[in-house]
């Protein structure tokens, strides 16, 4: 019986596209102290592996791509020259990893995109706004606050980090508009306008001392950033007032900065992104991981696909 994903999709096609980097520092942190018997770090290959495995399986994607960060645009730093500079280093046991999760994804059914200079989140967005105009449905495995700008009736987030709109039962949750609204108290559209005012501490831009839900209710009482910033003088507390006004330039280059590059070429067509999982490369290179219960999960799939294919040129 074909698994029928549980998100109201319909039969339209789906779009999954992956935060690279983000999924493999969380599964780093995720699952310390895991090696191969020859001392080789292997936690972080195996939960990018199984996380992606377990997106398929609730997703039921016929597209996908893993997005990874390749540098920082020029523009950007341009802006705030200390963007990014507090990103402390990768950590020495996740780099041979990262290289081995990058020759990995291919086996797995993805294609590996990216961009130099380029942020995956822009990628990211490039993708889904041309595939929203091709009616294809796009899912965006991600944590990025930016991102979460972009949902809307084509364009869904998928999350595994802990939300209160999750079921204890459940890892994961697919966030479409009315869940990012909750989550924000303003339209995914104006998440960046609140990120103005906030800054944002994991890419290092400085907020103006205001928190989310103080700048979601200025937001959202005078319609956009643009509005707030024209009518200051009737934000009632002083202090707020007062920030607002003694920060206004930092305001506007906030703005810039959270704002998504999402008219590059596509360095990929989407079409070619069909996900088609390479079992006998996947499996040779499970086996150097020694991952037993992933190894035997990838092996039966393998041959129950290999027993479908069979059946249907009636062999």
Not at 206 to 229: F, Q, V, Y
Not at 262 to 275: G, R
């Amino acid at each position: 019986m074909r698994y029928v994903a549980p998100f109201g999709y319909g039969n339209r096609v789906k779009l999954l596209l992956i935060d690279g980097h983000y999924y493999v520092y969380r599964s780093f942190f995720a699952i310390p102290n895991l090696s191969n018997s020859r001392g080789e770090p292997t936690n972080a290959i195996f939960g990018f592996t199984k996380t992606l495995r377990l997106m398929v399986k609730h997703l039921q994607p016929g597209l996908g791509a893993v997005v990874w960060d390749e540098g920082v645009p020029e523009r950007r730093v341009e802006l705030q020259p200390a963007y990014k500079e507090t990103r402390k280093e990768m950590p020495q046991p996740m780099i041979p990893q990262l290289d081995f999760i990058q020759k990995l994804t291919p086996l797995l059914g993805f294609q590996n995109i990216s961009l130099p200079n380029t942020e995956a989140d822009d990628l990211m967005g490039c993708y889904a706004l041309a595939a929203c105009k091709r009616d294809v449905e796009v899912v965006l495995a991600t944590n990025d606050k930016d991102l979460f700008q972009l949902v809307g009736p084509c364009v869904k987030v998928y999350t595994t980090a802990k939300v209160d709109l999750v079921s204890p039962k459940d890892p994961f949750a697919l966030l479409g508009e009315p869940e990012v609204t909750a989550k924000w108290n303003v339209p995914p559209k104006l998440i960046g306008d609140v990120l103005a005012l906030t800054g944002d501490s994991v890419d290092n831009i400085p907020g103006i001392g205001l928190g989310r839900k103080t700048a979601a209710a200025l937001i959202g009482e005078h319609g956009s950033l643009e509005g707030l910033m024209a009518n200051i003088e009737k934000v009632k507390n002083q202090k707020t007032r007062e920030k607002l006004i003694n920060a206004r330039d930092q305001i506007l280059q906030n703005r810039k900065m959270v704002e998504l590059d999402c008219d590059m070429k596509l360095p990929v067509e989407i079409e070619q992104l069909k996900i088609k999982p390479d079992y006998p490369a996947l499996i040779a290179a499970l086996e150097k991981c020694e991952f037993k219960s992933l190894l035997q999960e990838v092996r039966d799939e393998a041959a129950r696909i290999a027993r479908g294919s069979q059946s249907e040129l009636g062999l």
